[in-house]
């Protein structure tokens, strides 16, 4: 093969993919450093690829601190992008101007280079190159601004926010809020196209009621999350049909930043601060009397046994809009002592939808044994719900809480320090039920923690008596929680 035959080879490798176009953009921007090659580079590179495709409109990327995501989301991705569209528009901010302008001052360097003159005709206008914004030739441009930036007159088909809130900052809420109405308020409209134009956000994780919180309770965002630590099985998309599995346990980018030093970190940092920046999984101030260390996992969930007891339990929340509570469920198997959790449920729904999915969740898990009971609590959408299921000849136990939910949770942590509850090794819901669990009782909210507080009482803390199908009887009390339906002994 020629020389020339194969620096074309290279040149439409760069042209085509964007995680060959960091490696080579890297030595141009960081060349005191080395480059370790890593599966997480490729897995954000393919994200935002996805991004510049139009098949993800809404992306954010939450990663340990010095993994690479401004090289990939502030510098090299608009570069590649001007490179195929040099009409495209980029709104670039960061938490400090310095900070934006040192990646925009990357960017332009990446486009001035000879390996990027190489491979695309892009350049850079004369008439218009600024530390604050940079055109093209063909009237596309990359502007940077600060949180809290001007923007008048200023629109993209791109919003990248990298950054956008200063570690430091995390523990004043007014900060926090005016991160939040800058973007609702200002940002948002700067999109020339709403329906079709993208915003990607990358960042570690800060607090439980940080700006990442604050997107993800909004619905409709594509979330890459990678921990340091694979806290859960993690499959991991590289490419179109590549995918890569992390092992709980496995460490992120070992070769960087091994498990001994990662561990060294968490030593020398706050307990809370390392959970958030480095585990993604922000624990709040005056939170975390549950311990994660505490669950047991199964592999494979118990097969049904004489004694097994199944309880499905609701917590209900009042409406679906946005700022209501969760509707959430908990549905544990118990066996002796123990406890195995075998699904949980959390969501936002009206009333029907509610209902059709209390209605699911029974018809489900009514046939795994004989010994079966429904909990509903008997708040908020819960009575009418109750009564409704009646009709349908579906019996439901009404539980009224008359303690708080911290009394009522901490009257089962004797029994989660034992290990008596066990946890699924891998599922779907385990994150966000951690998410809630661990914080507590700091949490932001609180539906699946109600929802499994009231069924461990239920199964352990309850006298023996016989339920029968009668939606409202005599007050009984049970660790703190009126059970109202309740009519008679044995």
């Not at 308020?185 to 960042?203: E, G, W, Y």
């Not at 599995?245 to 992120?252: P, S």
């Not at 029968?468 to 929680?481: H, N, Q, Y």
Request: charged residues 25%; contains cysteine.
């Amino acid at each position: 093969m020629t020389l020339r035959a194969r620096h074309s080879i290279i040149a439409a490798t760069l042209r085509g993919d964007l995680y060959s176009f960091v490696q080579a953009a890297f030595p141009i921007v960081a060349a005191e450093h080395k480059l370790l090659r890593n599966w997480h580079i490729e897995a954000m590179t393919y994200a935002l690829t996805r991004v510049l495709k139009g098949e993800i409109k809404r992306l954010i990327i939450t990663v340990p601190p010095r993994s690479l995501k401004s090289i990939c989301a502030s510098v090299a991705l608009p570069a590649f992008a001007l490179g195929h569209d040099p009409t495209r528009k980029f709104i670039c901010v960061s938490y400090a101007q310095g900070l934006a302008e040192k990646h925009a001052n990357d960017c332009r360097a990446l486009m001035q280079s000879a390996m990027y003159r190489g491979i695309f005709a892009t350049r850079i206008s004369p008439v218009k190159d600024t530390q604050q914004e940079f055109a093209t030739t063909a009237g596309g441009y990359r502007y940077t601004t600060s949180v809290g930036g001007t923007l008048t007159g200023r629109g993209g088909n791109f919003i990248i926010l990298d950054d956008p809130m200063k570690p430091q900052d995390v523990y004043s809420e007014i900060a926090r809020t005016h991160l939040m109405q800058w973007h609702s308020n200002t940002l948002l409209s700067r999109l020339d196209n709403k329906a079709d134009d993208a915003i990607v956000v990358v960042m570690q994780r800060l607090h439980v009621d940080d700006f990442i919180a604050y997107l993800l309770d909004q619905g409709g965002w594509t979330h890459l999350n990678l921990p340091a630590v694979a806290e859960n099985e993690q499959r991991v998309q590289l490419g179109p049909q590549r995918w890569h599995v992390r092992q709980r346990g496995d460490v992120l980018h070992p070769e960087r930043e091994p498990l001994s030093a990662l561990k060294e970190l968490e030593r020398s940092m706050v307990s809370r601060d390392y959970a958030a920046q480095y585990q993604q999984t922000p624990v709040a101030e005056g939170g975390n009397f549950i311990k994660r260390v505490w669950f047991p996992r199964y592999d494979q969930p118990p097969c049904p046994a004489a004694g097994d007891r199944i309880i499905v339990s609701w917590d209900t929340a009042l409406s679906a809009k946005e700022l209501s509570s969760y509707s959430a469920c908990v549905v544990i198997l118990v066996r002796g002592e123990s406890a195995y959790v075998l699904d949980v449920f959390r969501d936002r729904l009206e009333y029907p939808e509610l209902k059709r999915k209390v209605i699911e969740f029974h018809r489900r898990w009514r046939s795994y044994t004989n010994n079966y009971a429904l909990l509903i609590e008997r708040m908020g959408s819960g009575m009418s719900l109750i009564q409704d299921l009646k009709r349908e000849h579906i019996h439901a136990v009404a539980i009224l809480p008359k303690e708080e939910k911290a009394i009522r949770m901490n009257a089962q942590t004797a029994r989660l320090q034992a290990g008596s509850v066990f946890l699924p090794r891998n599922a779907a819901w385990l994150d966000d039920f951690f998410q809630e669990v661990l914080p507590f009782p700091a949490s932001r909210y609180s539906d699946q923690i109600d929802a499994f507080s009231q069924a461990l009482n239920y199964a352990f803390n309850r006298p023996s008596f016989e339920w029968t199908d009668v939606a409202l009887g005599p007050k009984v009390f049970v660790g703190g929680i009126e059970i109202t339906d309740f009519p008679k002994a044995r």
